[in-house]
T-cell receptor, first 114, second 116 residues
Framework: GENVEQHPSTLSVQEGDSAVIKCTYSDSASNYFPWYKQELGKRPQLIIDIRSNVGEKKDQRIAVTLNKTAKHFSLHITETQPEDSAVYFCAAALGYSSASKIIFGSGTRLSIRP | EAGVTQFPSHSVIEKGQTVTLRCDPISGHDNLYWYRRVMGKEIKFLLHFVKESKQDESGMPNNRFLAERTGGTYSTLKVQPAELEDSGVYFC??????????????FGEGSRLTVL
């Protein structure tokens, strides 16, 4: 089955700097890669996703890149702000259909230093 | 619109006891998932319902865990008898059916289970 590895487990960056979180997956058939953000005491929420027919997707200060050949994908957050502090989870799934299970990584705790 | 709700938010039980967790998905969401997160580890898939049917229960740890979704609405996850390693946060998530789906999972706030 699919296995998702995520690094680093913790990350501390100065406010205004960039943060990068990296994930690898094992099943080359996976073609949907969402990222979820869980703020302290709150539920995980989808912040961005990418499908295998594109290599990069941006939404304001966040971007995701996908390298299908190497089976890795990354989350990039630029101009970090205090509200970016949270645990971020990458995930991978087979197919666009919700019938396929989404497999999550172990999470990265991002702390933004003022 | 109400989000996914889970009950209880926190449960503390002794080893050998029984606990039942409940999840109410977003109305109209056919897909319902149970996940578990142990501190510092991944959000681990447990099982997936499509309406009242179990689509995939490959992540269920063992037969001490029983999930139901009668009538295709709310779901329960029962742990009986509970063991120490069952401690963690149990998340429920729901999503629209396969024909109208963006892939997004809508999570509940989780039920934290502590087994002493």
């Amino acid at each position: 089955g699919e296995n998702v590895e995520q690094h680093p487990s913790t990350l501390s960056v100065q406010e205004g700097d960039s943060a990068v979180i990296k994930c690898t997956y094992s099943d080359s058939a996976s073609n949907y890669f969402p990222w979820y953000k869980q703020e302290l005491g709150k539920r995980p929420q989808l912040i961005i996703d990418i499908r295998s027919n594109v290599g990069e997707k941006k939404d304001q200060r966040i971007a995701v890149t996908l390298n299908k050949t190497a089976k890795h994908f990354s989350l990039h957050i630029t101009e970090t702000q205090p509200e970016d502090s949270a645990v971020y989870f990458c995930a991978a799934a087979l197919g666009y259909s919700s019938a396929s299970k989404i497999i999550f990584g172990s999470g990265t705790r991002l702390s933004i230093r003022p | 619109e109400a989000g996914v709700t889970q009950f209880p938010s926190h449960s503390v039980i002794e080893k050998g006891q029984t606990v039942t967790l409940r999840c109410d998905p977003i109305s109209g969401h056919d897909n319902l998932y149970w996940y578990r997160r142990v501190m510092g580890k991944e959000i681990k898939f447990l099982l997936h319902f499509v309406k009242e049917s179990k689509q995939d229960e490959s992540g269920m740890p063992n037969n001490r865990f029983l999930a139901e979704r009668t009538g295709g609405t709310y779901s329960t996850l029962k742990v009986q008898p509970a063991e120490l390693e069952d401690s963690g946060v149990y998340f429920c998530a729901s999503s629209l059916n396969r024909y109208r789906n963006t892939g997004e999972l809508f999570f509940g706030e989780g039920s934290r289970l502590t087994v002493l």
